[in-house]
């Protein structure tokens, strides 16, 4: 029975399913549905890294960091633009 993962894919990980001889179905979403997963992920990745233990938090954080910046490419705003704006008080 085939298994099910409504998540955001990432990591060359359809390959990597392919390559152990499965068959991974994949579709991609459409802009407003995309932001609306990416808004779900910070959400998860924030959740585990308030769950994890010190030694992983690092890598929790790198994980929010990276889907922070595909929702801000996503919305049309360069990670760059964003930063110099906070900086300014903006």
Known sequence: MPVRYDKLVRDRI???I???GQHPVTR???NASYQEALLAKVAEETREAQEAAAEDLPDELADIVEVIQALATAVGI???QRRVGCESGG
């Open 78 to 80: 360069s990670w760059v």
């Open 14 to 16: 359809p390959e990597i």
């Open 18 to 20: 392919q390559a152990q």
């Open 28 to 30: 991609i979403l459409d």
